[in-house]
Every structure is written in C-alpha cells, then in structure tokens.
C-alpha cells in the first residue's frame, strides 16, 4: 500500500504556489497564503509558524474549490467575496468591480477638499468648526461599484451626506450592504440609473467618479483575471474610453454647489483630455491633475468657477 503524505499547511502552500505559477497567475505564493490563511480564518503569518500542521480533509476539499477558482482567473478577491480598501473591508462580488488602490488617490484628494471646503463653510458661517452631526456638505459618486469612494469618503469625512448612483441595480444591492456594514447608512442615498440622470435637480460640494475608461477596443486585451471575470458595464468606455467623462464634464458643473469640485479617476494618458473636457464647460475655472504613486497621471479635479 503506498503511504499516503500528509497535506500539511507547508506543502500544500509549495505545491499550489508551484501550480499557481505554471497557469500564470502573477503572484503565485502570495496568492496561495492569501486563500489559505482566508480558508482557515487566520492571519498570514499564522502559516508561517505552522507549517507542519495537517490540513483536514473538508478544509483540503475547500481549498482544492478555490485553487480550481484561481487558475480559471477569478481573481482573489472574488474567491475570498472581500477587498480591502482604504483600510476598510468591502464585500465584493462578481456584480462589481475589485476596488484598486490606484483609486485610493481620488478618495483622498476629495477628503482632503471637502475637509477644507467645511472649514471655509464654517468660517464663512462666524465658527470655528461645523457644527457636530450636522450634515453639510453634500456629495456624489457615480458609477458606484461595491461603494468603495464613496463609504470611505464618508467614513473619513464629518458632516457629509452622499448620493451614489449605479446603472446595477446587483451592485447597488452590494453597496448598500457595505454601507451597513460600515456604519455609514444613515448619510446616504442610493440610486439606480444612468449617470447623473437619477439625482437631477440635487446640488453637490462634489461629484466623484471613476466611471469605466477603457476604450471598447482595448476590453479583450486587458489581463485575463480583469477581462474574464469582471463586469464588462464596469469597464467599457466608448471607442477612446472618454464617453463617459464627455457627459459628466457636460451636465455636472450645473449641478454643483459654490466652491464645488468634480473629481474623477482616469485611465493611463487620459488625464490631459479629461482636463480639457472640463476646462470647455463655461462653469469651470482651475483644473489639476494628481499622479499616483507609480507617477501615473490618475486624478483630474476641475474647480467650479
Ligand atoms: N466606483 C467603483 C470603484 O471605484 O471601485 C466602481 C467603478 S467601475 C470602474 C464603474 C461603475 O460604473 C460600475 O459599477 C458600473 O456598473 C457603473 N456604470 C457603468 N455605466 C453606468 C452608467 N451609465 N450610469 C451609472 N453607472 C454606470
Ligand atoms: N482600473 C481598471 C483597470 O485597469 C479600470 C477601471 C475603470 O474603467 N474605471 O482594469
């Protein structure tokens, strides 16, 4: 009879990772520990320090599921159901784009304007601060995806209230659970429809978007993981990507409030041209462009006059 070796946590660390490497995934180790230490509800480091601990046959069972998962390129996050963003834990789900920590730049370029747009607001009211729980300062995300600028906004923002809008009515469902779950529900309203369509007639201090920007050509030829498994409404925008800038840059400076921004994430080479479309709307004044950390222009933020 042949022995039979035993799966222990080291193992089977080295063989999925050796697996994972020859279907090309392009972090194969991390992404092994990843779904492991997630499998056994542990900290990666956990794997570490225990590397001669057996695996039961039901958790090798589970385990053998989502390394099936990882190699047809659903990327990890949709294996775990979970992203972390801005230090915050979203639930994600194959309705909604994975959020990226390029988009990390746009929530913090708008938490940093909204912080200062409350206190000129505060000054121009005779205080030294808002006045606390009050909500004053009102703002939009479109095409909001699991909620990640949004939620984050509001979590690192006080005295904000939010409107987001998604064209998924499945995504919408999953933001509103990630507001619950982040405590941030009660300042905000969900909408679903096509842009800024749904909140019409409302004013903002910002809107926020990371609208889909890749040019319709460009789709099949993104990575698998991305192209495969994450949604095509989430990622498609016109022959050149920029459709969807066009209209926000069109209908979005009348709708915002005294000292409003628009704030958008854009993709590699568009920021110049997402900054003229601004700059044509007769409403805007200053435009920047903010690179990320890979020095990537990434950000486009346009000043109402
Ligand atoms: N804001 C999320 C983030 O940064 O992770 C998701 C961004 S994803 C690139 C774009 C989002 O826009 C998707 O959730 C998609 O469903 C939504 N969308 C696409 N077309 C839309 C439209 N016409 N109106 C509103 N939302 C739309
Ligand atoms: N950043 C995403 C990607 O490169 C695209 C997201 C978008 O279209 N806004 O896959």
Known sequence: MATQEVWTIGRILKWTQDFFAKHGVESPRLDAEVLLAHLLDKERIYLYVHFDEPLEKPELARFHDMVKQRVSH????????EKEFMGLPF????????PRPDTEILVQAAVERLKKLAGVQ???AGEAEPEKGKPVLKFADIGTGT?????????FTKDTEAA???ISEKARAVAEGNAEALGVADRVTFYTGDLLGPVQGQKFHAILSNPPYIPDAEVGQLQADVRLSEPHTALAGGAD????YRRLCAEGPEMLLPGGFLAFEVGIHQAEAVAELAK??????????IKDLAGIERVVVADLK
């Open 280 to 289: 044509a709307n007769p409403l805007i004044g200053d435009t920047e462009i």
């Open 74 to 81: 659903v990327p990890v996050a949709y294996i775990l159901g």
């Open 91 to 98: 639930r994600v789900t194959e309705d909604t784009l994975v």
């Open 147 to 155: 909620g990640a600028i949004c939620l984050s906004v509001l979590k």
């Open 241 to 244: 990507g920029l459709d969807f």
């Open 122 to 124: 505060a000054e121009a």
């Open 164 to 166: 987001t809008v998604d």
